[in-house]
C-alpha cells in the first residue's frame, strides 16, 4: 500500500467528511514540489498575483517543526493552527502536546492538503483522537475548537503557519478573526452567561 492509499484509509475511518473532497478533482497546477537540502519534500505555492511562495525550510523541514511544535506546547489548551502545508508542524505538534490539550489544523487549500497526502505519511495524525483536521474555506474551524474547548477545559490559541497566510492573506485573516477568533469570544461569552445564570434560566 502506498503513501496516498494509507492515508485515504485512515482519512475515511477519523475523517470522512474530507475523502469525497480528496478523491474530486483538484487543480495543483499552482503547487510545485521540491526537496529540501535533507531529502525531506517541500512545497512553493505560486499565489493569485503571480508571486512564488516557499512553504517550507530549504536545509530540514521537519527540524524546523520540531523547534517551533516545542514552543508552541507549551501554550497548552486548545492549539488552531491555521495553514498546513505538508504537515510537519502538525505532526511536530501531536508528537508533543500532553494528554490536556487539543489540535485543530486548517488548510484553505484542497490542493495543498491532497498534496500532503502523496507525499507524507500522516496516518499518525490523521488517526490521533485529539486532533480535528480541516480543509477548505467553509470549514467551521471555531466549532471545532469550541468542541475541543469543551471536552479539555483549555483555553482557544490560534498559531499562525506565517506561509499560508503569505500564499492567501485575506483569507486567512479573515479566517481566523471570523472564523475563528470572533466566534469563539461569543462562545466563552455565552459559556460564561450559562455557568453564572443557568439556574435561573432552568427557573
Known sequence: M?????NLEVLARYHPELLEQVQA????SHITVDK???????????????????????DDPRKVAQRSAEKIVEFGGVLVVMGMGLGYLGQAIAETMNDSSA??????????????????????????????VLVGEDAKVAEC???????????????????????????YRNKLRY?????????????????????????
Open 103 to 132: 489540535l485543530v489544523v486548517f488548510e484553505a487549500d484542497m490542493g495543498i492538503f491532497k498534496t500532503a497526502l502523496q507525499l507524507m505519511d500522516l496516518s499518525d495524525l490523521l488517526s490521533h483522537h485529539r486532533v480535528k
Open 2 to 6: 502506498g503513501i496516498f492509499e494509507k
Open 145 to 171: 475548537a469550541y468542541y475541543f474547548m469543551a471536552k479539555t477545559g483549555g483555553a482557544v490559541r490560534a498559531v499562525r503557519f506565517e506561509p499560508a497566510f503569505r500564499t492567501a492573506p485575506e483569507l
Open 25 to 28: 478533482p483538484t487543480s495543483v
Open 36 to 58: 529540501a537540502k535533507n531529502g525531506d519534500p517541500r512545497l512553493f505555492v505560486r499565489t493569485e498575483s503571480g508571486e512564488t511562495i516557499p512553504i517550507h525550510n530549504e
Open 179 to 203: 472564523g475563528l477568533v470572533n466566534p469563539t469570544l461569543d462562545h466563552l461569552s455565552n459559556w460564561a452567561t450559562a455557568d453564572r445564570f443557568g439556574i435561573q434560566f432552568t427557573k
